[in-house]
């Protein structure tokens, strides 16, 4: 097991100095574009472009500007938008909370109720309780989370915000947790609840089609031929063997939404989160900033998937290594 | 004589399909005694294990419909409720399956799936339990079974992992074992370890067994009393010695013909039966077996053979052939190298 | 050289198998090897079946993939109809394909579920661009004819026929391009036994008409014997024994060949009881640690000391009969000293000193 752990954060560090070359050879190195130009935001000046081309070598050859650049980014952490004059680093470090908060507790929420529905349709399967919570399931895959997260501002923060079941809804924005708990709660609600709706519906599905197809392995007549209650078969044989796969997507999902996917619920509740940054920078062709979050979101996800394969490992007894 | 063991009274099993009624079992009665093994054969989808799935009331296919009574110490297990049959699996009568490669859960360790039947049925200490399993890993002839115990399935062979699910299922000392082809999936060496072995422990805890196979080879040597099913029926019925040496049923002959046998001269060509089992939606009219029947005549055309005593006591068959004829014709099929030279 | 020479078709020699178990962190080292086949020899007549017998893992499929060269051996030679394949590339492969020909053993598995009959049994016509479409059709359709299927079944899809009826479709596959060896992996080894007869039958039947030379692989001595006309016996990766069929069955001289043997059911209660049956401890060893000497020794009882120390050369007892053992079982003495050690064959790990003195002891 240690050198499976060895092995995967060698892994995660590979895959990571792959990535950032690869990002950095795309905005450098592309050929027909200067990068300092890029850099420099709109309307630079000259002086700007040539304290750009000094500060990142961009007169010196290509692995020097890599490590300038990775210098900039992690060991003096002073890259510069000059988009927004502002230092990169320390922008991301407090967006990150912001996108962890989100993603975290819409996380909690759609493992537990896609599990209860997955659950709740392969049980009742054959009955219409199986249809329609498929159909519920359908479409909260349907329905794009940027219409819902409008419609959801529309009714708690206007139409019916005095209304006594939403009065208590903060104004959009984020409020950090050290600083006010309950606000970092009650800001947070509708934001999680959409952004899960999604995902809810997808695992539903995935969960109730893979329930069923363990209904039918071997080891779960097994089980039953052993004598044990239905509710334990389900629960301890075929639930369990049918989270393998569920928490190989999760643990992706996870990873690609801590790394800035959550974007377009950030924008709409306006949580300044990694994504809203990455939005902007894109909008405003920021470079440094692009850069870094394309990083920063390569990294998520990576570590992501170096955690799943541990879970699986974990879940799995087959792929654990001797 | 005492009450059998169990006792399944003309017992039909269907499913409804997308093309029509699938008939799987099509009316058997039969009787298993305290003690007895049991054989079963038949090709695959003859029913068998249909009809033994159904007397543990396995089959969780919404689909399916059925009939008859199967009566287990006198108690029809048809009609007992759900919770009762969980005390009946397991306890009583418990189950070993033809894949030994996919009947035990990957995921927990063969320790963990012995422990969890003894604590579903018994009050039993975690470390009761522990030792409980090891010792029947032990029994089943598992090397270093304090160490194995906490082994998952994917680390033992097939052999061995056959050997752990005979061991899951002794731990209740349940009075039927039913082997549901346990040996099929087995290299011959392996088969002749696992017969060895359901022998010897039928021997040390005394349960009746019910031994489903295609081959009957498998039975030849333990079985006390052979069932014979073709299309979800029973076609012939009797003991050892009967099915072996007094073969009533074509279909019987067919099957004992197929066989590559060592203990004969080696015969030019086997006699196998031609053609596939019939549809079980639109059964044929007559006998069954009557598309692939060599010995097939007018009157197995227009009626059912019923399953009947013809030569002797407790030998059964479905056959129209007249026993003289059959006793005549026979070794054409079995044995044609002795029948040539006789 | 002429391919109507009457050599043997296929020549095996010296052919090992070993495939490589990687490990490590990033960088895959091998860190052992899996002894596949492990120096083996021996040959194939034209037209005859031979049949290749032993447990699970003990290497045959192995060897028949090693005979039609489906990847590179790890050492040896292999010489089809005269000539020297061992080394060839998979192009300077690809006129032999038409001659060498494999019959899987699954056949659920060994079938694309999504093409129908007629383009699976069709595809290897299509591949070596045989005939335009109608005359392609036009032999498949016989094709299936030939091997007991109708050849309605020409639009059908695989999952439309029973285990029997899908090997016959492999069958038919492999006889497509008339192949002069065809090499069945255990054809019949996942049939009932009604269905086995009726495949066992049917191969015989191809072979009267084709002219085929076979290769059969099985686990059941019974049925091997049936269709072989020689046999090798082989454990962990050797050629333990190699013997006309009759002979083997009647005079095995390897201990392991006995035990196999006796495993195989006797449908004949009487028979069956009154029947010696030795019944072999334990699963067949990892072929990455092979045992020392011979191979059998730790689940063998005749086994002595020197059956440890010493790996067994193949020793030929006359009438083609040969078997690498120490404690040879049914030899007289006067046999035994006219036995010769087989220099060719017997692998170059063995002691060629070794050759047995005394038939083997009681059992323990
Ligand atoms: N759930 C099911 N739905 C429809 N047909 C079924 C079902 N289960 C079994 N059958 C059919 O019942 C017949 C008997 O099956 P089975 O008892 O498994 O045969 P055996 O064990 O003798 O090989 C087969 O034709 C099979 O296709
Ligand atoms: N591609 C492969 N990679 C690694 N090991 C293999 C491979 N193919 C076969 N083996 C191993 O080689 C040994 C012989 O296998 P095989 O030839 O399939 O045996 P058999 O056909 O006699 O059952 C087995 O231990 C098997 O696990
Ligand atoms: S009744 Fe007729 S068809 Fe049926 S088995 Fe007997 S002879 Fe054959
Ligand atoms: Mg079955
Ligand atoms: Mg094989």
């Not at chain 1, 329930?211 to 039953?224: G, P, Q």
């Not at chain 1, 394309?294 to 541990?310: E, H, M, N, P, R």
């Not at chain 3, 596949?36 to 060897?63: F, I, N, P, Q, Y």
């Amino acid at each position: 097991m240690a050198t499976f752990i060895v092995r995967r954060v060698l892994w995660l560090v590979v895959v990571l100095f792959a990535v950032s070359v690869l990002v950095f050879l795309i905005f450098f190195a592309t050929p027909g574009v200067d990068p300092a130009r890029q850099m420099a935001g709109r309307n630079p000046t000259a002086e700007t472009i040539k304290n750009i081309k000094h500060e990142f070598g961009l007169d010196r050859p290509l692995p020097v500007q890599y490590g300038l650049m990775m210098k900039h980014i992690f060991v003096s952490r002073d890259l510069i938008s000059y988009g927004s004059h502002t230092k990169v680093i320390p922008e991301i470090l407090s967006a990150a909370p912001v996108t962890l908060s989100l993603v975290f507790g819409a996380a909690v929420i759609w493992i537990v109720f896609s599990i209860l529905t997955g659950l709740a349709a392969a049980v009742f399967r054959g009955t219409v309780i199986d249809p329609l919570l498929m159909i519920l399931a359908l479409i909260g895959i349907s329905i794009p989370v940027f219409w819902l997260g409008e419609v959801v501002n529309l009714v708690t923060q206007s139409r019916l915000h005095g209304f006594f079941l939403f009065s208590w809804v903060p104004p959009l924005g984020y409020t950090p947790f050290t600083q006010d708990p309950l606000l970092w709660f009650e800001g947070l609600v509708f934001p999680w609840l959409t952004l899960s709706v999604l995902y809810i519906g997808f695992y539903a599905r995935v969960l109730r089609a893979n329930l069923i197809e363990t209904e039918n392995e071997d080891y779960v007549r097994t089980a039953r031929a052993k004598g044990i209650s239905e509710r334990r078969v389900l629960l301890r044989h075929t639930l369990r063997t049918s989270m393998i796969t569920f928490v190989s997507l999760f643990g992706l999902d996870f990873g690609v939404l801590v790394g800035g996917g959550a974007l377009l619920t950030e924008v709409v509740f306006g949580l300044p989160g990694v994504g809203l940054l990455t939005y902007h920078s894109l909008t405003s062709l920021d470079l440094p900033v692009i850069m870094t979050t394309v990083i920063y979101g390569a990294f998520f996800i990576t570590l992501a998937s170096a955690l799943v394969d541990l879970v699986y490992a974990w879940l799995d007894p087959r792929v654990r290594p001797a | 004589m005492a009450e059998p063991l169990l006792e399944v009274r003309d017992l039909k099993v269907s499913f409804r399909t997308e093309d029509g009624i699938v008939r799987a079992v099509d009316g058997i009665s039969f009787t298993v005694d305290e003690g007895e093994v049991v054989g079963i054969v038949g090709e695959s989808g003859s029913g068998k294990s249909v009809t033994m799935m159904s007397v543990m009331r396995l089959i969780t296919d919404p689909n399916v419909i059925y009939q008859g009574e199967i009566l287990y110490k006198g108690r029809n297990l048809m009609q007992v409720s759900r919770d009762a049959m969980r005390e009946v699996r397991g306890e009583e009568i418990a189950m070993i399956f033809q894949d030994p490669m996919t009947s035990l859960n990957p995921v927990y360790t063969v320790g963990w799936q012995i422990e969890e039947q003894l604590n579903e049925h018994y009050d039993l200490k975690k470390g009761q339990a522990r030792r409980r399993a090891s010792e029947l890993l032990a029994q089943v002839g598992i090397p270093r079974p304090e160490q194995r115990i906490d082994d998952y399935p994917h680390q033992f062979s097939g052999g061995m992992r056959q050997r752990v699910m005979i061991a899951l299922a002794l731990s209740c000392n349940p009075d039927l074992l039913i082997a549901d082809e346990p040996t099929t999936a087995l290299d011959v060496t392996i088969q002749a370890q696992i017969l060895e072995l359901i022998k010897d422990l039928r021997r040390d805890f005394g349960s009746a067994v019910v031994l489903i196979t295609h081959d009957l080879g498998v039975v030849a040597d333990i079985a006390d009393r052979i069932l014979v099913m073709y299309a979800g029926r029973i076609v012939e019925e009797g003991n050892k010695e009967q099915i072996f040496y007094d073969p009533q049923h074509p279909y019987t002959w067919g099957l004992l013909g197929s066989i590559a046998r060592l203990d004969r001269p080696k015969a030019r060509r086997l006699t196998a039966i031609a053609g596939q089992p019939p549809s079980l939606i639109n059964r044929p009219k007559g006998c069954s077996f009557r598309p692939r029947c060599p010995q097939a005549f007018d009157r197995c055309r227009a009626e059912d053979p019923q399953l009947t005593v013809k030569v002797g006591d407790g030998h059964l068959d479905a056959c129209h052939l007249s026993v003289e004829d059959k006793r005549a014709r026979r070794d054409a099929t079995i044995s044609p190298e002795l029948a040539d030279t006789a | 050289m002429s391919s109507q020479n009457g050599g043997p078709l296929l020549e095996a020699e010296h052919v090992f198998k070993y495939f490589p178990i990687k490990r490590g962190i990033l960088i895959q080292r091998e860190v052992a090897q899996v002894h596949a086949v492990d120096d083996v020899s021996l040959e194939v007549r034209r037209g005859e079946t031979l049949g290749l017998v032993g447990e699970s893992g003990c290497g045959k499929s192995t060897l028949g993939r090693c005979f039609v060269r489906l990847f590179p051996l790890t050492d040896g030679r292999i010489v089809f109809d005269g000539q020297d394949i061992s080394k060839l590339s998979r192009r300077g492969m690809r006129p032999l394909r038409r001659e060498l020909q494999i019959v899987f053993q699954d056949p659920y598995a060994s079938l694309n579920p999504r093409k129908r009959v007629g383009s699976i049994v069709g595809a290897p016509l299509a591949i070596h661009g045989i005939g335009d479409r109608r005359e392609r059709k036009r032999q498949v359709q016989e094709l299936l004819e030939k091997v007991g299927l109708s050849p309605e079944h020409y639009n059908r899809f695989p999952h439309e026929f029973s285990g029997g009826q899908r090997q016959r479709i492999g069958v038919a596959r492999a006889l497509a391009l008339r192949p002069k060896l065809v090499i069945a992996d255990e054809p019949v080894s996942a049939l009932d036994v009604s269905i086995q007869a009726q495949v066992i039958n049917l191969l015989a039947d191809l072979q009267e008409d084709f002219e085929l030379t076979y290769v059969f692989i099985a686990h059941d001595l019974g049925v091997v014997r049936h269709v072989s006309d020689r046999i090798a016996v082989m454990y962990l990766g050797k050629i333990v024994e190699l013997s006309p069929a009759e002979e083997l069955y009647e005079r095995p001289i390897m201990p392991y060949t006995e035990a196999l043997l006796s495993a195989v059911p006797i449908p004949d209660p009487r028979e069956s009881a009154g029947r010696e049956r030795i019944v072999l401890e334990g699963d067949v060893p990892s072929p990455i640690n092979p045992p020392s000497g011979c191979r059998f020794h730790p689940r063998c009882r005749y086994a002595t000391e020197i059956c440890s120390q010493l790996e067994p050369p193949l020793v030929d007892y006359g009438n083609g009969h040969l078997a690498a053992c120490h404690h040879p079982l049914n030899v007289d003495k006067e046999t035994l000293a006219r036995a010769t050690v087989d220099d060719r064959r017997t692998p170059a790990e063995a002691d060629e000193a070794a050759k047995p003195t005394e038939p083997a002891q009681r059992a323990r």
